[in-house]
């Protein structure tokens, strides 16, 4: 376990130690704190023969700044990397506009999804603070994807810019008869509605089966994100909860080799 990849997402640090030459283990260490608890993790990698350390930040600055300076209590000498996305990486294209520009945990998860699903299209709903729905084809190319509040960030939005909603507390009912259950539902409507209409546009990319192969030319969808179970059940398609994709994604990059680091 010579390698510690971790994601630093909007609200939490998640990480995982492991053998890159022998990838995720059911005995690899792991963990996950809050951001305010970033100080615990000096302990928890003291005991771990770290040699590489590959970050996915999305968080503000001194997120990254804890973390390195967790790291620089538990370990010594430890190479670190923090990730950039790029025009292309560990067979994923980048058709962002501006491809440094993408969100390093977007674009991890994509180069992790590719891993996972091979020539299949693919569509990766990350639903923690904000969701983000991203489309990736067959062939490896990221064509775009589309940013909303996520579950929280509506409720919040909804109680706080409004005289008579609550923050509501409700549960989900296809039509609610109660205003907190109204908020509720209305949130899953909008979560859940957003992944469907991206995933049939998905569905649009591979249409010939003389060009694509036949496991292409329909998406198959990805769930991840502390949200994802409670938008899984209101999907009208099956879709999979893929937990860890962003670190699936640091783990293909790191097997890459130092060419593709970017140091913070």
């Known amino acids: 376990m010579d390698t510690v990849l971790i994601d630093i997402g909007n609200s939490r640090t998640k990480w995982r ?22 100080a615990e993790l000096g302990q928890a990698w003291r005991a771990l023969p770290i040699k590489t350390v590959w970050i996915a930040n999305v968080a503000h600055a001194q997120a990254l700044a804890s973390v390195r300076d967790a790291l620089e209590e538990g370990q ?6 923090v990730l950039v996305a790029r025009t292309e990486q560990a067979g ?29 299209n693919v569509v990766i ?22 940013i909303l509040p996520g579950i929280r ?36 409507h909008a979560q859940a509605g957003a992944i469907e209409r991206v995933f049939g546009q998905a ?10 192969p036949p496991s292409a030319t329909r998406a198959i969808c990805l769930l991840t ?11 009208p398609f099956f879709a999979l909860l893929a ?14 080799g130092s060419p593709a680091k970017v140091q913070p």
Do not use: K
């Not at 810019?161 to 009912?173: D, E, I, K, S, V």
């Open 76 to 81: 010594r000498g430890v190479e670190i990397a």
């Open 243 to 256: 937990d860890n994709l962003v670190l699936r994604g640091l783990l293909e990059v790191a097997r890459e």
């Open 203 to 212: 569905g649009l990319l591979a249409r010939d089966p003389q060009v694509t």
């Open 17 to 38: 130690a492991v053998d890159v030459r022998n990838g995720f283990t059911s005995d690899d260490p792991q963990g996950a704190v809050a951001h305010g608890d970033t």
């Open 125 to 146: 709903a990350s639903l923690g603070t904000a969701t983000t729905i991203d489309v990736l084809c067959a062939d490896g190319r990221f064509t775009g994807g589309v």
């Open 92 to 120: 994923v294209t980048n058709c962002y506009s501006e491809p440094e520009r993408l969100g390093a945990d977007r674009w991890a998860a994509l180069i992790g999804a590719h891993a996972l699903y091979p020539e299949q």
């Open 153 to 188: 960030l509506m409720r919040n939005a909804l109680a706080r810019n409004t005289a008579g909603l609550p923050l509501a507390r409700g549960h989900y009912a296809p039509l609610a008869r109660n205003t907190d259950d109204a908020i509720a539902s209305g949130i899953v």
């Open 225 to 235: 994100g502390g949200d994802a179970p409670a938008i899984q059940p209101h999907l």
